[in-house]
């Protein structure tokens, strides 16, 4: 199995058990652009929640941290469920999948900004740094393959596509709230939140310049 099947599995399951509450939800009215909304709501209220406990929380207290993680990935749903409402409502539209994706890019620089800021504000401008690169990563990623399909070509090649982001950058705040009081007296709990920032950074400006790669070999044949 490869990955890319292995996601797609992932993602068919996702939408079995999210069918019967995404046509209920349009029943009552809701709209794809509304849960988009709530979906960008989510996650600045997540990147508050970094902000407020690198402003009012001691340094070795991580629990807002978790919360964090927990309210982005619990939004980050919606990006699923928009999507998947559209297209079994008949709902699709081309100011949908704009206004879709341009608040997906919103998300990621409001959740990992506000991850930065946490950083810098516990004397970790490295690690900022690293998110900072990491966001780059997650931003090109999306706009190499958007310049591709504006010249009309498929680009989804490598790893690091939102869905991965979103679940390293969730689980690794998760974690560093719940495993902070166990672990902290053998090492730094901070690494729990880095180490998907270190991965991503690598893996999403590699899946990038993959893709700049791909979009070359297309056109070179042409």
Same mark, same amino acid.
């Given at each position: 199995?490869?990955?890319?099947q292995?996601?797609?599995g ?5 939408y ?51 919360? @964090? ?7 980050s749903?919606?990006? %699923? #469920?928009?999507?998947?409402? !559209? *297209?079994?409502?008949? $709902?699709?539209?081309t ?32 690690? @900022? ?10 931003? %090109? #990623?999306?706009?190499?393959? !958007? *310049?591709?399909e504006? $010249?009309g ?8 596509q ?15 709230g719940?495993?902070?009081p ?11 939140l ?16 993959l ?12």
């Amino acid at each position: 199995m490869t990955f890319q099947q292995f996601r797609d599995g992932i993602q068919h399951a996702v939408y079995f058990l999210i069918d019967k509450p995404v046509r209920l939800l349009v029943k009552i009215g809701v709209t794809p652009n509304m849960m988009t909304t709530v979906g960008l709501l989510g996650n600045l209220f997540a990147a508050s929640l970094f902000i407020y406990s690198a402003l009012y929380r001691p340094a070795d207290d991580f629990t807002l941290v978790g919360y @964090a993680g927990l309210v982005t990935i619990l939004f980050s749903i919606f990006d %699923m #469920v928009d999507g998947y409402m !559209a *297209r079994t409502a008949n $709902l699709c539209s081309t100011f949908g999948a704009f206004y879709d994706s341009v608040l997906d890019r919103y998300c990621e620089l409001f959740t990992l900004s506000g991850m930065a800021f946490y950083f810098v504000q516990h004397g970790y401008s490295w690690a @900022a740094v690293v998110t900072f690169l990491s966001l780059i990563g997650s931003i %090109m #990623v999306s706009y190499v393959r !958007a *310049r591709a399909e504006g $010249l009309g070509l498929e680009c989804k090649v490598g790893l690091m596509q939102r869905p991965e982001r979103v679940v390293l950058t969730s689980l690794g705040a998760m974690l560093c709230g719940m495993l902070a009081p166990i672990v902290r007296d053998s090492f730094n709990p901070m690494w729990i939140l880095l180490v998907p920032q270190i991965l991503i950074a690598l893996l999403a400006n590699y899946t990038a310049f993959l893709r700049i790669h791909h979009v070359y070999k297309l056109l070179k044949g042409k």
